[in-house]
């Protein structure tokens, strides 16, 4: 049976926002020795502003067309960022076949056009030669039937919470961490600033379930923050599986347990906070 304080606390978080699906995960959340996140959407705002666009061979302009374009079935935020910078309408009519790869990018067939919009492993991945970019930032390039035609630099922002949650983190004797998909220089930024004890970057989706075992053992008991894209088997495999009710797919919402409703990363304090009190009174 479920102690009726635990009641008592399911009912303190959300009234604070957070939804928690069972007493067990209060006691986990109390105990917390590590909190492993996620980046893009979690500790950044997984809003990408468009700073560069590079074309070869082809009009900057149909560089991003081409791009939106792949990009309209996927919910990716970089996806999302895309089509609001290319502004106009999407004729879907002219998408015959699109193919979402997680951690890699997109495949579409626009117009007759086979297009790649993605990281290098995308390129990689299809041969494709590119050029190694060295621009601070996300980059994303983007290949016109298997030829290399150009890269769209992009930057995302580190939300105001998150410098102040870390540092909580730490003050109550919590260790963070880091995973990421996103290139070396941008997760060593984001790192730095925010204090993060360690990270890891260029992480397939499977990679970050490998990185996360690694760091569960009979001694700690890990929770991992995501915003859901890409991140249910991770949030699976936490002790704690804490995912944005915003931001989230419905399946990152069904894979966690726990949900922060508004993508306050902060209210991980508060969480941690109610339920040490609660435990105190049971
Ligand atoms: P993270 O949330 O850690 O950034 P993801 O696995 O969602 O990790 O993405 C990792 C990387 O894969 C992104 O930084 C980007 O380079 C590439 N990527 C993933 N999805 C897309 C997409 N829809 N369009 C372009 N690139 C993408
Ligand atoms: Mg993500």
Known sequence: SIPLGYFAGIGALSKNGVL????????????????????????????????KVVAFNVKEKNIIKFAAYAEEYSNHPIAKSIKTYYKNKININLISSHEEIPGHGVKANIDGFEIFVGNEKLMKKFNIKYDKISEFGTVIHVAINNKYSGYIVIADKI????KETIAKLKKLS????????DNEKVAKYVANELGIDYYYSELLPNDKVIKLENELNFTNTVAFVGDGINDAPVLTRADVGISMGGLGSDAAIEASDVVIMDDKIDK???SIKISKRTSKII
């Open 159 to 162: 939300k105001n919470e998150s």
């Open 174 to 181: 919590i260790k963070t961490i880091m995973l990421t998909g």
């Open 20 to 51: 928690v699906k069972g007493g067990n995960y209060i006691e986990a959340l109390k105990n917390l020795t590590k909190v492993v996140f996620d980046k893009t959407g979690t500790l950044t705002h997984g809003v990408f502003e468009v700073s």
């Open 268 to 270: 991980i304090i508060t």
